[in-house]
């Protein structure tokens, strides 16, 4: 489960912003409140990027502490509250039937032998 997600590994999801949003998405995270990006870092967030192409979002980023902990301390964040309501209008789906993110799930991936393993 992505939520229990081991320490520092990443965490990828998508969002589906309403038609013709994507430049408005992209206004606002070129210029991320500082309270937030201190938030996450409070949080243990790191290596956060997010990419768009159209209408659809992907995000991935890492936790120092897991995801639990990480979505506690932004959920009891008035400013999280504030930013997340100011993006509100930009947004078709961000979460499924149960309120998680819409995770995507890891089908491959390819990790090279360090030059110092090869024989």
């Not at 290596?47 to 995801?67: A, H, N, P, Q």
């Amino acid at each position: 489960m992505h939520a229990g997600a081991h320490d520092h590994e990443p965490l990828v999801f998508l969002y589906r912003l309403k038609p013709g949003m994507g430049p408005e998405y992209d206004r606002a995270h070129r210029a991320v409140w500082p309270q937030i990006m201190t938030l996450l870092d409070e949080a243990g967030v790191y290596d956060y990027r997010i990419w768009r192409r159209g209408d659809l979002v992907i995000s991935s980023l890492r936790t120092r502490w897991g995801y639990n902990h990480a979505a506690r301390i932004t959920a009891a964040s008035e400013i999280q509250a504030k930013w997340t309501a100011s993006l509100s209008h930009v947004f078709e789906e961000i979460a499924d039937q149960n309120g998680e993110p819409l995770w995507l799930d890891l089908i491959f991936e390819h990790r090279p032998i360090p030059a110092s393993g090869r024989q």
